[in-house]
């Protein structure tokens, strides 16, 4: 009877996906800084899922079931060449559907169908017929080194509808400029959260609201070992900076901002209290 008890306690720990918390490393606690997620969020409905693929925690993410898109990936930068994968299958989440689902994700099939799943998340059918947008990694793979790192980022989860000259044009660049920054300067871990807000539109699939999309994507990284001697205008961009960007085909330069800038910036355009913060006392070490 022991033996039982003791196995049922275990499981939430072994069985991550959809989870209460990030609080324990098999629920993704060392993709955050300090195991601390961005704090602040009034949204109650928001799902917290521990991004697993072959039974390894990846990153996290934040996911809004009712708009069908990540609120935040939160994830740590792995120093990388910039390639990005090619013929990578779309994932999808199975405890979003139903909590008897893996932990795992998994691969879009002709299977993947059925109507909890249609109402739990974004699908493939959601992004057939609108050649406007693109399928925008929040955690890109181009920010990871691994090859199963980098296949996880390919989740639908983890993506948002940007538009194509925004994701192929000032959004692609700003990710490749942090990816050398980082890199280049970055001597410890480097953490990363990518987040959304919007402003209520959405992609309709047969005349119902499917997939909501961005009005600005925003990111955030947090670097406290880095090279003192980097070049000023690289060193004072540490240890954390953000910037912004509107998901739109004009006006759509990235902007690059102090972390308290950025927050003071998302105030005014997310549900979030006066206590919103990205990263554990701002990204500052007890140390310091």
Not at 117 to 124: I, K, P, V
Not at 130 to 146: I, K, M, S, T, W
Request: with cysteine; aromatic share 12%.
């Amino acid at each position: 009877m022991k033996g039982w008890l003791y196995l049922l306690l275990c499981l939430p720990l072994a069985r991550p996906g959809v989870v209460q918390d990030f609080n324990h490393v098999e629920r993704c606690k060392d993709s955050l800084y300090m195991g601390t997620p961005p704090r602040g969020y009034l949204n109650h409905v928001y799902k917290k899922i521990c991004q697993r693929l072959q039974d390894r925690p990846r990153y996290v993410t934040l996911y809004d079931p009712r708009r069908r898109m990540p609120v935040y990936s939160a994830y740590t930068f792995k120093k990388s060449d910039g390639e990005k994968s090619v013929d990578q299958p779309w994932m999808y989440e199975p405890q979003l559907a139903s909590g008897l689902g893996s932990s795992n994700m998994e691969p879009f099939s002709p299977s993947s169908s059925s109507r909890m799943l249609l109402d739990s998340q974004a699908t493939l059918e959601d992004f057939a017929d609108v050649v406007q947008y693109e399928r925008g990694h929040l955690n890109p793979d181009q920010h990871q080194a691994d090859p199963v790192d980098k296949a996880a980022t390919y989740a639908l989860t983890n993506v948002v509808p940007q538009i194509r000259e925004f994701n192929m044009g000032p959004w692609a660049q700003h990710e490749d400029r942090i990816r050398q920054r980082l890199n280049n300067y970055c001597r410890g871990t480097a953490y990363v959260v990518t987040g959304t807000t919007t402003a209520g539109n959405m992609i309709r699939r047969n005349n119902n609201d499917r997939v909501g999309i961005p009005e600005y994507v925003w990111t955030a990284y947090c670097c406290t070992d880095f090279d003192r001697n980097a070049p000023y205008l690289e060193r004072y961009r540490f240890p954390t900076f953000g910037a912004y960007g509107l998901n739109d085909r004009v006006n759509n330069a990235v902007v690059e901002v102090p972390l308290k800038t950025l927050e003071k910036f998302l105030k005014g355009r997310m549900d979030v209290d006066k206590n919103f913060q990205i990263f554990y006392n701002d990204c500052i070490p007890d140390e310091m």
